[in-house]
């Protein structure tokens, strides 16, 4: 593995059913985050971690779940989906987050594509 | 509220210069971050002010003005490989991005 893996690449799902995207990385970054980006908004953030074992929750967090068990995984649940939460969702990792005083450089994973029908 | 404002869309020749705007009204400022996204790709790191000023990386440099609440990305002697999405992401006081919806560049021959 090098640097930020996403997991499935894309998935068609059906309204109301359960899903989890995975996220890992192996540059032993601290912090990790989720994003979603719809055409002609800005990346938003869903919910972060700035080191394992804590979360917090970002701009669009409803409908979404996190956990982060060690360093080098973030899934990102969906406990029943809805079709706005069609989308494309990126993870990404950075050294240190906000608990540091200062954000370093997020590295961005090569993103799920999710379709909710 | 928090808010980033970019150009939908830009297009520009071959060889040429660019230069793509982004101004921000934040709860605060602690650094301003420019990335390119290629269609289908994850976003990549291109540049990051924190002072006034131009931040020049080869063919790309990147100014910040904090009092004026505006940045701008310069892209000279445009490949075609350089077709892609800008997007511009301040960090807010509480050490967040808040993001910009991108500008498309598209580079003719």
């Known amino acids: 593995i090098a640097g930020i893996t996403q997991a499935p690449t894309s998935q068609i799902l059906a309204a109301g059913r359960r899903m989890t995207l995975r996220c890992t990385q192996d540059?032993?970054?601290?912090?990790m985050y989720w994003y979603r980006q719809d055409l002609g908004l800005g990346l938003r953030l869903i919910h972060y971690?700035?080191?394992?074992?804590?979360?917090g929750k970002g701009e669009v967090p409803d409908g979404y779940s996190v956990s982060r068990a060690n360093t080098d995984d973030f899934p990102l649940t969906l406990a029943s989906a809805v079709p706005s939460q069609t989308s494309v969702y990126f993870c990404?990792?950075?050294?240190?987050?906000?608990?540091?005083?200062?954000?370093?450089?997020?590295?961005f994973g090569p993103g799920t594509r999710l379709t909710v029908l | 509220g928090q808010n980033i404002d970019q150009p939908t869309e830009m297009t520009a020749t071959e060889g040429a210069i660019v230069q793509i705007n982004c101004t921000y009204q934040?709860?605060?400022?602690?650094?301003l971050f420019w990335y390119q996204q290629h269609a289908g790709e994850a976003p990549t790191f291109l540049s990051y002010?924190?002072l006034d000023g131009l931040e020049e990386k080869g063919r790309f440099s990147s100014f910040l003005s904090r009092s004026k609440g505006y940045s701008y990305l310069l892209l000279k002697e445009l490949q075609m490989k350089d077709s892609a999405s800008y997007l511009c992401?301040?960090?807010?006081?509480?050490?967040?991005?808040?993001w910009g919806a991108g500008t498309k560049l598209i580079i003719k021959p």
């Open positions: 990404a990792s950075s050294d240190e987050g906000s608990s540091g005083g200062h954000t370093d450089t997020q590295y």
């Open positions: 540059m032993r970054h601290n912090a």
């Open positions: 971690s700035n080191t394992a074992g804590t979360t």
């Open positions: 934040t709860s605060g400022f602690n650094g």
């Open positions: 002010n924190v």
């Open positions: 992401a301040v960090e807010d006081s509480n050490y967040q991005l808040i």
